[in-house]
């Protein structure tokens, strides 16, 4: 087979990969409008060498569903290896992904959800009470706070305060550092100085509060009784696992990592985004404090689906190619790192009528088609805590939505998305006024 690339932008690769840290939506809004639906972007380490770019709907069905052992999503996102870890069932393929996402699967299926429903509730509920009538609230640090709050428990059932209040910072700061970080990983002399010795010693940091959990929890006589996620972790290859190879320290600590920083920043970032949107749509807030005290839950997870695809957070899903494939009517060589570009498909006005506009409705009068909503991935490689993240979303909605009004700050400031690790997050923090419910009119 004879393989080629589409073509892409002619700039340096140094430049590319600028653009591709730095400002992500103009470049790829750029090279749609010159090369189309398909194209190709040449980069350096730490991202991969080429990577053909995807949204079409057929398309991204195509990779999606495409047999797991030719498409290695660990191998095209490897620039989280140095975060998440080796075993993360982010960056693990074929037999060893099956293993940790079937392991994983049960502490976020639906029986599992309503459970945490109530402690997201609570948690909600507390966080919003430090909210004050005419204040104005950065949401993007106030959501932050409450979803670290929520995955914490979820994930360890976290009671001792002092823990909670030792690893939370540590967390923040790998949500927060500067992708320039990122090339500290291909230089390693780099990793003796400044901003890369200090994420180094906060990694450090971290795993020693993780292990230090892990150690204690497997000595806790009452594992069984326990319905957090460690807990059900260290269960596996007893009681009703027996057959099952137990997990390593370091197995855990990577799975634990994967579900605190992945489980938290990118809700995080959708709420800020879907306070902003309400703020700068009363019409549409007017409906949505109708549904909070309705408790129409459909509506207000309408709501968040249209601010992830408005407001796209994560834009693209990876996958390595490991052997010459035909993609799209493409011959790619091996090694091509194809993208499913979220954020195109989500701003396509081929797959999203008015797609500029803010309307919850379309995710309710079935008008979105298969494989163009895309904030949590497909395929095998659906993200296992999408229905958490709505049903958590729609949570906080509801508690802030049945209290308080939301307007934009007095200076009027249009918001625009930054990139913050590898989330697209509101540039000013999506500030908001909120004013309590039984004193506007």
């Known amino acids: 087979m004879t393989t080629a690339l589409p073509p892409g932008p002619p700039l340096p690769r140094s430049v590319q990969t600028f653009l591709y840290a730095k400002q992500r939506g103009l470049l790829l809004n750029s090279a749609a409008r010159r090369y189309g639906d398909t194209f190709t ?45 080796e075993h993360s069932v982010l960056l693990t393929d074929e037999a060893e992904h099956a293993r940790a996402r079937r392991l994983l699967m049960p502490a976020f299926a639906g029986s599992s959800l309503r459970g945490y429903r109530t402690l997201v509730e609570a948690v909600a509920k507390a966080h919003v009470d430090g909210w004050a009538d005419g ?20 994930v360890f059932g976290m009671t001792d305060e002092r823990r909670r209040g030792e690893l939370a910072p540590r967390l923040r700061r790998i949500v927060t550092v500067n992708p320039l970080v990122f090339f500290g990983w291909k230089y390693p002399r780099l990793q003796q100085h400044g901003p890369w010795k200090r994420f180094r010693d906060n990694q450090n940091a971290i795993d020693a509060l993780l292990y230090a959990e892990i150690g204690e929890r497997r000595a806790h006589p009452d594992l069984d009784r326990r319905a957090d996620v460690l807990s059900r972790l260290l269960a596996v290859g007893a009681g009703e696992q027996p057959s099952d190879t137990p997990l390593s320290d370091a197995e855990l ?28 749509a009363p019409d549409i807030q007017r409906e949505a404090r109708r549904a909070a005290h309705d408790g129409d839950d459909k509506y207000l997870e309408a709501v968040m689906k249209e601010s992830m695809r408005r407001r796209t957070v994560i834009a693209a899903t990876g996958r390595m190619l490991t052997r010459d494939m035909t993609i799209g009517g493409l011959d790619l060589p091996r090694g091509t790192v194809v993208s499913t570009s979220i954020l195109l498909a989500h701003r396509s006005p081929g797959n999203f009528a008015d797609a500029a506009r803010f309307r919850p409705e379309r995710f309710l009068d079935g008008s979105v088609g298969p494989n163009t909503w895309l904030p949590f991935g497909g395929g095998v490689r659906r993200c296992l805590g999408a ?14 939505l049945t209290r308080f009004t939301l307007h934009l700050p007095a200076d009027g400031r249009t918001e625009r998305a930054r990139i913050r690790n590898i989330t697209h997050v509101p540039a000013h923090g999506a500030r908001i006024r909120v004013t309590a419910n039984d004193s506007v009119a």
């Open 41 to 85: 972007l040449r980069m350096v380490a730490p991202y991969a060498d080429r990577v053909v770019v995807f949204s079409r709907p057929e398309h991204i069905r195509e990779i999606f569903a495409a047999d797991p052992a030719d498409l290695h999503a660990g191998e095209g996102n490897r620039l989280l290896v140095h975060i998440m870890g």
């Open 387 to 400: 229905g958490f993240s709505l049903m958590e979303g729609t949570a906080v909605l509801r508690e802030i």
């Open 253 to 280: 600590r990577d799975q634990l990592v994967t579900l605190l920083l992945a489980g938290h920043e990118t809700t995080a970032s959708a709420l800020s985004w879907a306070c902003h949107e309400l703020a700068a």
């Open 135 to 154: 204040s104005t609230v950065h949401t993007l640090d106030r959501m932050n706070e409450l979803t670290l709050d929520v995955i914490m428990q979820v």
